[in-house]
């Protein structure tokens, strides 16, 4: 039996500065894209050149950081954050409370924004950035083991482990680490791998969409669900639950995708 190392969670401090473990690996995460992003740039397999990139970027950030936050208010806490006296906490983002599926939501807002700004394909956007997204899903899951928060449920296998946060004294999966070899390192090799090809335009949009929520999905299974939620219908986590219409949706986009002789640049 482990236990979680109880790492600081001030990764570094200059004076009043204190940089903390998660806000970094958002950081990394954004950097992994920016330098994978240039590196297909390079190899002339991009629909924009890098100062496209810069901005394609940033307006990401915004669209991940709003629609993390709206996502977390409605998927997973509408009945407290929509009472009229809890209004103003949906902006206090720094007490926690972001979802992946709303981020991904707010991603194809502004995909769907640039794409019409700067008349580039919607799916060739989406088939650039989707191999470059994985590896920083990765950084921030690595972020949430080292804060220990979103561990699994109870476990007896050799590498359960405690968090001293849940209180409990019981091993627990590492959930976190789960996710980020299934959702992050698993999942970017499959992608980069097979978007080294030309291939219809929409089909590795839609292979990230199925590959992410089955990833999801099963990764589930270990995760100790919100205390506040439990399990929900089928005894389905609410995470499991948006995943379904996610791979769904996917399979759809790459199915359509395949009767398409038109190919993406990535």
Not at 103 to 132: C, H, K, M, N, T
Not at 172 to 198: A, D, N
Not at 210 to 222: D, K, N, T, V
Request: charged share 10%; glycine share 12%.
């Amino acid at each position: 039996m482990l236990t979680h190392p109880q790492f600081n969670p001030i990764a570094l401090q200059i004076g009043p500065l204190a940089i903390h473990w998660y806000g970094l690996m958002y950081l990394i995460g954004f950097a992994l894209v920016w330098l994978l992003g240039n590196y297909r740039i390079k190899q002339k397999r991009s629909p924009i050149d890098k100062k496209g990139l810069e901005d394609l970027i940033f307006y990401c950030a915004l669209g991940v950081v709003v629609g993390g936050r709206l996502g977390y208010v409605l998927f997973y806490q509408p009945d407290y954050y929509l009472q009229p006296q809890h209004w103003l906490q949906i902006f206090y983002v720094w007490e926690g409370g972001m979802a992946f599926h709303g981020g991904l939501i707010g991603v194809l807002a502004v995909l769907a924004w640039f794409s019409y700004q700067r008349r580039i394909p919607f799916f060739a956007l989406g088939d650039f950035l989707a191999p470059l997204i994985p590896l920083g899903l990765a950084a921030g899951r690595l972020g949430n083991f080292i804060n220990g928060e979103l561990w699994g449920r109870p476990t007896d296998l050799p590498w359960g482990m405690i968090f001293p946060q849940a209180m409990d004294g019981v091993a627990r999966h590492p959930s976190q680490l789960y996710q980020m070899g299934l959702e992050g390192i698993l999942l970017f090799l499959i992608l980069w791998l097979f978007s080294e090809r030309s291939r219809p335009q929409g089909q590795v949009s839609g292979l990230f969409l199925m590959g992410y929520g089955l990833f999801r999905f099963i990764a589930e299974f270990s995760r100790e669900p919100d205390a506040f939620l439990g399990l929900l219908w089928a005894q389905l986590s609410m995470g499991q639950l948006l995943s379904l219409p996610m791979m769904a949706l996917g399979a759809f986009i790459f199915y359509q995708a395949s009767k398409s002789n038109r190919l993406s640049s990535s």
